[in-house]
Every structure is written in C-alpha cells, then in structure tokens.
C-alpha cells in the first residue's frame, strides 16, 4: 500500500480534529451548564421547572442525535428566522444526559448530609454550595468524561448538515481520490 496519500489527508483531518473538538468542547461545556441546571430542576420543588426540565430530557432523550440536528439547523431557523450555531444540537444532547447524571450526582448524597448542614446552623444555599455539590462534583466526573468522549464521536452526525469536522473531511477526500479504505481507516 502506497502511503502518499497521507500528505493530503492527514492536512484535511487535523483540520476536521480542529472542528471537531471545538465543537464538541462548547458543546459539552454549555451542556453541562444547561445539564446542571436542568437536574437541579429535576431535584427542586418547583414544579413548573421540574415539568420543563423533564420535558426537555424526554424529547432530546427520545429523540436520535442526527433528527435534532437537522430539525435544529434547517426546521428551526425557517419556524423561528434564528439561524442557530451547528453545535447547538450537541450541547441540546449532551444537556439533557448530563441533567440526569447530575440529578443522579445529587440524588446520591445522603439526606443526612443535608440535615447536618442545617444543624449547623448553614442556610439552604451554604449547604448545598459547601456540603453537597463538592460530594456530588466527585460522583459526577466519571459520568462526565463518559459524555465527552460520547460527543466527541457524536460530531461526525454534523457532517450532515455540512459541518466540516473529520468525517466530512474524510468524505471530502474519498470524493476527490476515490480511496475509500485509504481515507476512512486512516480516519478511524
């Protein structure tokens, strides 16, 4: 096998690295801000937040990853006029998981956790800030790191709706060469 056709793939898929991680980086950063919130939500007495969050989790959680990119980038932008960004769709997933894995984090610290903090005189907030959430941080980060790896091979759905991360760079290079083994093992 002639290995020369890396000097051009290899250029295409750093590139499509590049997308990739960036993409699923503040995907799963803003997911993990829409994820905490929405599993406080799940934990609160609130009920009208309670129902939205569990809405949320149901329809993304039902729903394949690639119809709510397409539905997020073509259907929404017509409905609405907001064009919205391509790493929308995996920060909408990976929130709704992430909502359960943090409801999961706080579900598992012990109530007496929380009554101690309270006969220590600390309000609702210093107790959750102080007692639970260090608790619930450490339950949480495996999870996590799972749903980051899970995003990161999530990304390649994009290639979809046109975004140029590493399988459409390998799509890209198969359509121009014609080596389809050469480029998708490499890429795999």
């Given amino acids: 096998m002639d290995f020369s056709f890396l000097t051009v793939l290899l250029p295409m898929l750093f590139r499509g690295l590049k997308v990739t991680l960036m993409i699923a980086g503040v995907g799963i950063t803003l997911g993990f801000i829409i994820g905490c919130l929405s599993g406080y939500a799940l934990q609160s007495h ?95 980060l495996p999870p996590l790191f799972n749903q980051f790896i899970t995003s990161v091979k999530d990304t390649a759905l994009l290639s979809v709706i046109v975004v140029n991360e590493i399988t459409k760079q390998i799509n890209n290079y198969t359509a121009l060469n014609f080596q389809v083994i050469e480029g998708y093992t490499t890429g795999a």
């Avoid at 998981?97 to 012990?110: K, M, P, Q, T, Y």
């Fill in 46 to 140: 609130n009920k009208i937040a309670k129902i939205i969050a569990n809405v949320y989790i149901w329809i993304i959680r039902g729903t394949p990853l690639i119809v709510q990119a397409l539905y997020i980038y073509f259907v929404i932008p017509k409905i609405t006029g907001i064009e919205l960004s391509s790493n929308t769709a995996i920060m909408m997933n990976s929130g709704a998981f992430i909502s359960e894995i943090v409801r999961g984090a706080l579900e598992s610290i012990d109530v007496g956790q929380k009554e101690a903090g309270f006969s220590l005189g600390l309000t609702y907030r210093q107790t959750l800030v102080h007692i639970i959430i260090p608790q619930a941080f450490r339950i949480v």
